[in-house]
């Protein structure tokens, strides 16, 4: 009998893409949810390192990071549809774009939810722009604009459901529809896919949250 148990946090965009990973494998599991100002004994034992959610913990044994812990899953759960492409240059692509967005566009948005300092947020919007351009164009280049399957729409939910969210709570415009069609029309059509719909955070609580924790980054000054 297998034991699967998952540290998370609701609001989490990380723990989500698990929780997405393991529904889609159809793998039951235990949910504990974590207080990430007030860590618990467990999760500071079974991630010392990074001290963060998501952990997973499947028969004891603890997988962390997300990417990491999806392509466990993947690997772990062999099913008919795998997280990531079969083919190796398919799955250098979803590697390299998934790392991408949490190491180039992750820490803009971090930067822009949670520093004070409005010059700090600017250039960091700007920053964040920019690498959009370039996942803009990267779907330009896809022509059925399916881009790499399961498991970058899943990492993705960064930038196609959380950033939405973030812009609205921080009042900016950052994925306008005439700047990014391509990055827009994809987050459409995957926040649609049933499988993700139905495991986000409902948005209004997500709002409540991010305008309970983050400060609008041009009150009172001209917006970009
Ligand atoms: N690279 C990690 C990021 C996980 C992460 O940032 N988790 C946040 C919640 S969104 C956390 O646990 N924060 C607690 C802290 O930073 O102390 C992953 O992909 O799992």
Redesign the pocket.
Known sequence: MEEVKLLG?WA????VRVKIALKLKGIQYEYMEED?LNKSPTLLKYNPI?????VLLHNGKPI????VILEYIDETWKDDTPLLPKDPYQRAMARFWTKFI?EKCYPEIRKLCYVSNNEVKVNAMGELLQLLKLLENELIKDNNNNFFGGYIEIVSILITYWLGVIQEALEVDILKKEDFPNICAWADKSIGCSFIKENLPRREKLLAHYKNCTKPLFRGASRI
């Open positions: 946090y989490s965009p990380f723990y990430v990074h001290k963060k959610i998501p962390v990071e997300s990417l949490d």
